[in-house]
């Protein structure tokens, strides 16, 4: 006992800790979400919470499932790799009852540039043009058919639309 004669300060300080962490645990309990650890280190009812938002995206199977056509023109074309939905939104809706929801109509002059927008940040190898030179206010797709757009291949491009029709031959760059 002698050894703690003179100790009582460190008892002291020692309450002062056990108070401390009695608070934290106390106060931790009040905050913490009943269900976080539940199965990690996150809130267990996270799960449902997410699963029960709204689903935004039908995925680019479901849109080619119904527009094959597009599909066929797309897989021939530069536009291979990007989804119908980065192009036209989110089309949940749509995809579940086409004949209601329809899709609005796309503005090329924003759309595209939104990609191909030269900008030194991207990479030499991704085509890009300085619209405002390149296209002289036209929308994109006066000359690009959207869903395969490349025009020096020929056939791609002339087999596609009648919106290619539209400017004279003169009016390409
Ligand atoms: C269940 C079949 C079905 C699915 C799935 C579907 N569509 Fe459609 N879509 C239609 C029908 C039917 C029309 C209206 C008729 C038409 O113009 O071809 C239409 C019209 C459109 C139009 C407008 C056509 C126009 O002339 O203005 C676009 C754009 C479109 N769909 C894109 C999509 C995208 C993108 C997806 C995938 C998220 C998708 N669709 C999924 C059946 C479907
Ligand atoms: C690079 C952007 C882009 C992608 C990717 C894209 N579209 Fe389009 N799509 C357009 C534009 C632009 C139009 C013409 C303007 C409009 O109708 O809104 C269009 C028109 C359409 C139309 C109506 C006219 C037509 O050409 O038949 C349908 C249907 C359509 N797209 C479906 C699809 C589907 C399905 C996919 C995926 C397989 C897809 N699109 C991918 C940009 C795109
Ligand atoms: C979501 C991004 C995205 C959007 C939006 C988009 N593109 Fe593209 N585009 C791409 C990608 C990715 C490629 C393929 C690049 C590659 O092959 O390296 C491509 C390729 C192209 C090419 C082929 C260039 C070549 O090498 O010959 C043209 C032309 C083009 N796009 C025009 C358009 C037009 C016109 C629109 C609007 C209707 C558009 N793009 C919208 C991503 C996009
Ligand atoms: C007046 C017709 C016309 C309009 C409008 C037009 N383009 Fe083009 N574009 C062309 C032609 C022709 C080519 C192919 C020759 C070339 O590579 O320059 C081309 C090539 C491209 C390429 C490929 C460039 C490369 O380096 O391979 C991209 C990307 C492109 N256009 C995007 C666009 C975008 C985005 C718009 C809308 C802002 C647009 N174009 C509007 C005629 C047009």
Same mark, same amino acid.
């Given at each position: 006992?002698?050894?703690?004669?003179?100790?009582?300060?460190?008892?002291?300080l020692a309450a002062v800790f056990v108070c401390g962490i009695l608070v934290f645990v106390?106060?931790?309990?009040?905050?913490?979400?009943?269900?976080?650890?539940?199965?990690?280190?996150?809130? !267990?009812?996270?799960?449902?919470?997410?699963?029960?938002?709204?689903?935004?995206?039908?995925?680019?199977?479901?849109?080619?499932?119904?527009?094959?056509?597009?599909?066929?023109?797309?897989?021939?074309?530069?536009?291979?790799?990007?989804?119908?939905?980065?192009?036209? !939104?989110?089309?949940?809706?749509?995809?579940?009852?086409?004949?209601?929801?329809?899709?609005?109509?796309?503005?090329?002059?924003?759309?595209?540039?939104?990609?191909?927008?030269?900008?030194?940040?991207?990479?030499?190898?991704?085509?890009?043009?300085?619209?405002?030179?390149?296209?002289?206010?036209?929308?994109?797709?006066?000359?690009?058919?959207?869903?395969?757009?490349?025009?020096?291949?020929?056939?791609?491009?002339?087999?596609?639309?009648?919106?290619?029709?539209?400017?004279?031959?003169?009016?390409?760059?």
């Amino acid at each position: 006992m002698n050894a703690f004669k003179d100790a009582g300060h460190i008892f002291r300080l020692a309450a002062v800790f056990v108070c401390g962490i009695l608070v934290f645990v106390g106060v931790r309990a009040v905050l913490v979400p009943k269900s976080f650890g539940q199965y990690g280190h996150y809130r !267990g009812d996270a799960l449902a919470e997410i699963a029960a938002r709204p689903v935004n995206f039908a995925g680019h199977q479901a849109c080619e499932d119904c527009h094959s056509d597009v599909l066929d023109k797309k897989k021939a074309g530069k536009h291979v790799h990007v989804n119908c939905e980065a192009c036209h !939104g989110a089309q949940a809706k749509h995809a579940e009852d086409p004949a209601s929801v329809q899709p609005a109509k796309l503005d090329t002059a924003v759309l595209c540039v939104r990609c191909h927008e030269a900008n030194i940040a991207k990479p030499k190898s991704f085509p890009q043009v300085a619209s405002a030179d390149h296209s002289s206010g036209l929308p994109c797709d006066t000359c690009h058919q959207p869903h395969s757009p490349a025009i020096d291949t020929g056939e791609t491009a002339q087999a596609t639309t009648p919106a290619t029709t539209k400017v004279a031959p003169g009016g390409t760059k």
